[in-house]
């Protein structure tokens, strides 16, 4: 007997509808599942709705992950079948917006496809959605972390700018550890600070114990370089969580006057 999956609702981190919305994708998710059964494992994308607009189709879609893991989408090519199975329309889209898509969770989304010159969308047909793969996908097990220690009285417009440059760097992979420069600036001592975002995608607490960071201008000349260290961690950042570490160079560290900061790199060594 197949083990099928009753998908649930998931609308994204930080997304929000109306209630009445909401109900709207419900009722359409539960269609799709009694319709379309998931088998546990898989994934698939449904339609739920397609307009021609303007010289593009515009299609409301469902995607549901039956898989035991998290799911990221960064490329995926879409084929439009009609009822014939002949193909109408394919084009490969980047959903790295979208967001992580939850183990057993469907998330609606709306996409628009370019309609060739002379090609119309006949609505009397009936038309379904597949993946073509015959083309390269980029599809990976994720994690969707959040900043954790974030001050409860942090200004919203310094909260929303840390959430921005988080959800702008590369989907967290599972199992990744990854450090990103938030801010490179100096103080009124003129010593360099160094404010970093530090994403743990791993299913453990991650201990920093030790991290040496040199700095490089425009032309790789080195201006900066310092090993930061403490036996007890310099930081300790929870499983699947994200957290901001701010790291001041000792003047003796610091080489040469005050350069552009904005054109500099950082490396980890």
Do not use: W
């Not at 597949?130 to 220690?149: A, H, I, P, W, Y």
């Amino acid at each position: 007997m197949e083990n099928n999956l009753d998908i649930e609702l998931s609308l994204g981190s930080g997304e929000s509808v109306s209630a009445l919305k909401k109900t709207v994708y419900e009722e359409e998710l539960k269609e799709i599942n009694e319709k379309h059964p998931l088998k546990e494992g898989s994934m698939d994308i449904q339609a739920t709705y397609f307009v021609e607009n303007e010289g593009a189709l515009e299609v409301g879609m469902v995607i549901r992950n039956g898989s035991k893991v998290d799911m990221s989408i960064e490329k995926i090519p879409i084929v439009i079948k009609d009822e014939s199975g002949e193909e109408f329309l394919c084009q490969i889209f980047n959903l790295k917006d979208m967001g992580v898509i939850p183990s057993g969770t469907g998330r609606p989304i709306d996409l628009k496809f370019d309609l060739p010159e002379g090609s119309r969308f006949d609505s009397s047909k009936q038309y379904s959605l597949s993946l073509d793969v015959g083309k390269k996908m980029k599809m990976f097990s994720s994690v969707d972390t959040k900043v954790s220690n974030l001050p409860d009285r942090t200004p919203f417009e310094l909260e929303k700018d840390v959430r921005d440059f988080e959800k702008a760097l590369p989907t967290l992979k599972t199992n990744e550890f990854v450090m990103s420069v938030y801010k490179l600036g100096y103080n009124r001592n003129r010593e360099i600070t160094c404010m970093l975002l530090i994403r743990n995608g791993r299913l453990s607490e991650a201990n920093l114990k030790k991290l040496p960071i040199s700095i490089f201008d425009e032309n790789d000349k080195l201006i900066a370089r310092n090993v930061f260290a403490n036996e007890e961690g310099l930081t300790k950042v929870d499983a699947e969580s994200s957290k901001l570490l701010s790291l001041k160079f000792p003047p003796e560290s610091v080489f040469g006057g005050i350069v552009d900061l904005d054109k500099c790199r950082v490396e980890f060594k």
